[in-house]
C-alpha cells in the first residue's frame, strides 16, 4: 500500500496523528500542552489600570489567554506584549476587550478568550492590563494563560 511503513505497518500520516504532530512546511514537532499558569486572580480595588504577572512566552509555540469575570462591574483588559518584563514600555497587541458585567457570585460569570499566535504579533513577555472605570464592589477576575509547547 502506498505511504505505508511496510516494516510497522502504519503510515506517515498515521504516526503523525498518534504522536500529536502538526503538519508543518518543511519539518513537524509535537505541540505539547503547558500547565496553565494564572496571570491574576483578585477583585480590582478602586478605579484606574491593574496588572497582570508577567507571563513567559520566550519558548512557545501559541497561547491562549482565558478571562473569566464575575465582577459586579465591567472593565477593559488589553492584551499586552514586550521583550523585557516591563509594563510602561508594553505594547498592545490587539484591540481592546470590554468584558461585562458578570453578576452577583456565583450565579453568573462571564468568559472571553484571546488566542495568541506567535505568526501574529510575537512577544517573549505577555501581560494583561486590567481597567476599571467603576470600583467594583464584589466579585472576582481570574485571567489564566494556556499554552503549547
Same mark, same amino acid.
Given at each position: 500500500m502506498a505511504g @505505508?511503513?511496510?516494516?510497522?505497518?502504519?503510515s506517515p500520516k498515521e504516526l503523525a496523528d498518534i504522536l500529536g504532530y502538526i503538519p508543518g512546511s518543511g519539518f513537524q514537532t509535537p505541540w505539547?500542552?503547558?500547565t496553565p499558569v494564572v496571570l491574576y486572580?483578585?477583585?480590582p480595588v478602586g478605579i484606574g489600570d491593574f496588572n497582570s504577572t508577567w507571563f513567559d512566552f520566550s519558548n512557545l509555540k501559541r497561547a491562549m489567554i482565558?478571562?473569566?469575570s464575575s465582577l459586579d462591574q465591567a472593565i477593559?483588559?488589553?492584551?499586552v506584549g514586550n521583550g523585557v518584563q516591563d509594563y510602561a514600555t508594553a505594547r498592545d497587541m490587539g484591540m481592546p476587550?470590554?468584558?461585562?458585567?458578570g453578576g452577583p457570585l456565583p450565579i453568573t460569570s462571564v468568559s472571553i478568550d484571546i488566542g495568541v499566535g506567535i505568526n501574529d504579533d510575537w512577544?517573549?513577555?505577555l501581560g494583561v492590563i486590567i481597567t476599571t472605570l467603576v470600583a467594583p464592589a464584589s466579585g472576582l477576575l481570574t485571567i @489564566?494563560?494556556?499554552?503549547q509547547k
Open positions: @505505508t511503513d511496510t516494516s510497522r505497518g502504519i505539547i500542552n503547558q486572580n483578585a477583585m482565558e478571562i473569566v477593559i483588559v488589553q492584551l476587550q470590554a468584558i461585562a458585567i512577544h517573549p513577555y @489564566t494563560s494556556y499554552s
